[in-house]
């Protein structure tokens, strides 16, 4: 070893200086929404993760939900890795924004809050998903369960993770920077569980690919939408 | 002091020496904390020294900048391997010394069901930083290891650690199983993982709850009656 380590960086104090990062904020609500036939009592909200926004858009189309019965707005898919945000940004939007809708659905499940989302979603008179995750309402919790119990290293991917994995997982976990830290992120995983919402070839391409790079076997189960189409129905039909 | 200037570690005193150790832990440098490490040592500073005031001190800088959401798991885990290359070469002398009574063996494991493990090895490194003599279990305990584990190695606390929201309940399990046996009134349980809060751990019984590694050292050097 070099006696003549240089500092490359700075320590704390540059980490501080650098730091300022402006928040990404969700998408603005619109300032009045008219009541019509479609929402009688007024619309309803989901609020959800920007990781399923696509699904839920696809499912309204799907089930022809008028846009004027349901608004959707999304919060950063980033905080599917750091899920100590996700309850007080979530408490922020309804804060500002509950009182133009009539119901409040979440298009979350408690995605790592430990019920600190159920306590903010019981002061706003909102609900989400009963589910731990999105994998588990996407696969449906029989599925999910039986994945898991088969495979306790079970690495799961959506169609959105797969399409964002550089961003969310390989740049997220900072293994672009630092590729030795595979064996400490991924060393006691087994599978990559490819749960996909489509049939794409080129997702499955890109999902396997994936695998092949964290050095993980590739497992591939069509689960569709899952419980987010009873959910996403249920905005309309109560 | 500037981004990117070079300093040659050998040419510093003794104070600057470590907190440009620390600043180099910070930034997850492991050469250079090894080599601010040999160089203290050779300067005639004991090892204790060296582990407390360059590297424990480090790596709570660290553990307060996770807490404020200004450092992320990434970076930790840099700053953690920056420290297990300092420790690497004090952990023999440390095994070696009189000058220093271990504050106890610590058991810790992720509960049965859970792989995950960067929190707990964190944990397990501060731990032994602080004095402790760390027994890791590793992940997908069953309440039965972690019974075998205080049989024999009959530790000072026992630490559990789960970063899923279905597997941590199961904490509570291996705790009302170790009230059953008579084993916790004599045992302090600590628990922590990112899911987890200090309502759950008041609520499954556990003596305390750590929110971060850095906080889980100082807590269990408490329970042992060792806080600073």
Same mark, same amino acid.
């Given at each position: 070893?070099?006696?003549?380590?240089?500092?490359?960086?700075?320590?704390?104090?540059?980490?501080?200086?650098?730091r300022?990062? #402006?928040?990404?904020?969700a998408? #603005?609500?619109?300032?009045?929404?008219?009541?019509t036939?479609?929402?009688? *009592?007024?619309?309803?909200?989901?609020?959800?993760?920007?990781?399923?926004?696509?699904?839920?858009i696809?499912?309204?189309?799907?089930?022809?939900?008028?846009?004027?019965?349901?608004?959707?707005?999304?919060?950063?898919?980033?905080?599917?890795?750091?899920?100590?945000q996700?309850?007080?940004?979530?408490?922020?939007?309804?804060?500002?924004?509950?009182?133009?809708?009539?119901?409040?659905?979440?298009?979350?499940?408690?995605?790592?809050?430990g019920?600190?989302?159920?306590?903010?979603?019981?002061?706003?008179?909102?609900?989400?998903?009963?589910?731990?995750?999105?994998?588990?309402?996407?696969?449906?919790?029989?599925?999910?369960?039986?994945?898991?119990?088969?495979?306790?290293?079970?690495?799961?991917?959506?169609? !959105?993770l797969?399409?964002?994995?550089?961003?969310?997982?390989?740049?997220?976990?900072?293994?672009?920077?630092?590729?030795? %830290?595979?064996?400490?992120?991924?060393?006691?995983?087994?599978?990559?569980?490819?749960?996909?919402?489509?049939?794409?070839?080129?997702?499955?391409?890109?999902?396997?690919?994936a695998?092949?790079?964290?050095?993980?076997?590739?497992?591939?189960?069509?689960?569709?939408?899952g419980?987010?189409?009873?959910?996403?129905?249920?905005?309309?039909?109560? | %002091?500037?981004?990117?200037?070079?300093?040659?570690?050998?040419?510093?005193?003794?104070? *600057?020496?470590?907190?440009?150790?620390?600043?180099?832990?910070?930034?997850?440098?492991?050469?250079?904390?090894?080599?601010?490490?040999?160089?203290?040592?050779?300067? &005639?500073?004991?090892?204790?020294?060296?582990?407390?005031?360059?590297?424990?001190?480090?790596?709570?800088?660290?553990?307060?900048?996770?807490?404020?959401?200004?450092? !992320?798991?990434?970076?930790?885990?840099?700053?953690?391997?920056? %420290?297990?290359?300092g420790?690497?070469?004090?952990? #023999?002398?440390?095994?070696?010394?009189?000058?220093?009574?271990?504050?106890?063996t610590?058991?810790?494991?992720?509960?049965? &069901?859970?792989?995950?493990?960067?929190?707990?090895?964190?944990? &397990?490194?501060?731990?032994?930083?602080?004095?402790?003599?760390?027994?890791?279990? &590793?992940?997908?305990?069953?309440?039965?290891?972690y019974?075998?584990?205080?049989?024999?190695?009959?530790?000072?606390?026992?630490?559990?650690?789960?970063?899923?929201?279905?597997?941590?309940?199961?904490?509570?399990?291996?705790?009302?199983?170790?009230?059953?046996?008579?084993?916790?009134?004599?045992?302090?349980v600590?628990?922590?993982g990112?899911?987890?809060?200090?309502?759950?751990?008041?609520?499954?019984?556990a003596?305390?709850?750590?929110?971060?590694?850095?906080?889980?050292?100082?807590?269990?050097?408490?329970?042992?009656?060792?806080?600073?």
């Open positions: 070893m070099s006696d003549t380590a240089a500092r490359r960086t700075g320590g704390r104090q540059a980490r501080l200086g650098r300022a990062r #402006p928040q990404e904020a998408s #603005p609500a619109p300032e009045s929404l008219v009541t036939s479609a929402n009688p *009592d007024g619309p309803v909200l989901v609020l959800a993760c920007g990781a399923i926004a696509n699904e839920i696809a499912l309204r189309e799907q089930l022809g939900i008028a846009d004027d019965a349901m608004v959707l707005q999304c919060l950063p898919a980033e905080l599917h890795n750091r899920p100590g996700i309850a007080p940004r979530v408490d922020a939007y309804l804060s500002e924004h509950r009182h133009k809708y009539s119901r409040v659905i979440l298009g979350y499940g408690d995605c790592g809050t019920g600190a989302l159920d306590k903010v979603l019981e002061r706003h008179d909102a609900k989400r998903l009963p589910h731990a995750h999105c994998y588990e309402f996407f696969a449906t919790t029989p599925r999910f369960n039986e994945i898991s119990e088969a495979e306790i290293g079970s690495y799961f991917v959506t169609d !959105f797969v399409r964002h994995f550089d961003r969310l997982v390989w740049e997220g976990c900072g293994l672009d920077q630092r590729p030795e %830290m595979l064996e400490t992120y991924f060393g006691n995983y087994r599978d990559l569980v490819y749960l996909a919402q489509t049939d794409s070839p080129d997702l499955q391409a890109k999902a396997q690919e695998a092949e790079r964290l050095g993980l076997r590739y497992v591939y189960h069509k689960v569709g939408y419980d987010l189409t009873q959910a996403i129905a249920g905005t309309v039909n109560v | %002091m500037s981004d990117g200037e070079d300093i040659i570690l050998r040419d510093l005193n003794d104070a *600057d020496l470590v907190e440009q150790m620390k600043d180099d832990l910070y930034d997850g440098l492991a050469d250079e904390v090894h080599e601010g490490t040999t160089i203290l040592l050779e300067r &005639g500073w004991d090892a204790n020294d060296v582990l407390s005031e360059a590297l424990v001190e480090g790596m709570r800088i660290v553990g307060i900048d996770f807490r404020d959401g200004i450092l !992320f798991v990434p970076e930790v885990l840099q700053c953690a391997g920056a %420290m297990k290359s420790m690497e070469l004090l952990r #023999p002398i440390l095994a070696n010394s009189d000058s220093k009574a271990s504050l106890g610590y058991v810790i494991g992720t509960v049965k &069901g859970d792989i995950h493990d960067i929190g707990k090895n964190l944990v &397990g490194m501060m731990l032994e930083g602080a004095g402790f003599e760390v027994i890791d279990l &590793g992940i997908n305990n069953p309440v039965d290891n019974l075998a584990a205080i049989d024999k190695h009959n530790p000072a606390i026992l630490g559990m650690s789960a970063l899923l929201t279905t597997t941590m309940p199961y904490m509570g399990v291996v705790i009302e199983e170790l009230d059953k046996r008579g084993i916790l009134k004599n045992l302090p600590m628990v922590g990112a899911p987890l809060n200090q309502e759950f751990a008041d609520a499954i019984g003596t305390s709850y750590g929110r971060d590694a850095a906080v889980s050292a100082e807590l269990a050097k408490a329970l042992v009656g060792k806080n600073r």
